[in-house]
């Protein structure tokens, strides 16, 4: 049984930073997975915010580059996202997603942890 867990949402002001941990736990060999990190806004479609791979190359959609990034830490099971210079508009749940070939049988998600940008 692979659990996936986001944590370090919150409540931040415009402009701020906010780091996200994703742990993984289980049997599951973390560093040969790939992690997403996914949005859902009220009212919106999950969007894809980016990814790292297993062998630490980072994609992240054209919305997000600049501002948001994306590490790991496979000794301890961890992925992150950073976020700076955060807007309103990037209130939203953030959900990690821990995948890798054949998705059929290796995608887990967490339940998503909250981020309200506000002042």
């Known amino acids: 049984q692979v659990r996936v867990g986001e944590s370090g949402g919150g409540l931040v002001k415009p402009g701020g930073s906010l780091r996200l941990s994703c742990v993984a736990s289980?049997?599951?060999?973390?560093?040969?997975?790939?992690m997403g990190w996914y949005r859902q806004a009220p009212g919106k479609q999950r969007e894809l915010v980016g990814t790292i791979l297993s062998n630490g190359v980072t994609g992240y959609a054209d919305s997000f580059k600049g501002r948001f990034t994306i590490s790991r830490d496979n000794a301890k099971n961890t992925a992150f996202l950073q976020m700076n210079n955060l807007k309103p508009e990037d209130t939203a749940v953030y959900y990690c997603n821990a995948f890798k070939p054949p998705i059929s049988q290796y995608d887990y998600w967490g339940q998503g942890t909250q981020v309200i940008v506000s002042s």
């Open positions: 289980g049997s599951m060999d973390y560093s040969t997975f790939n």
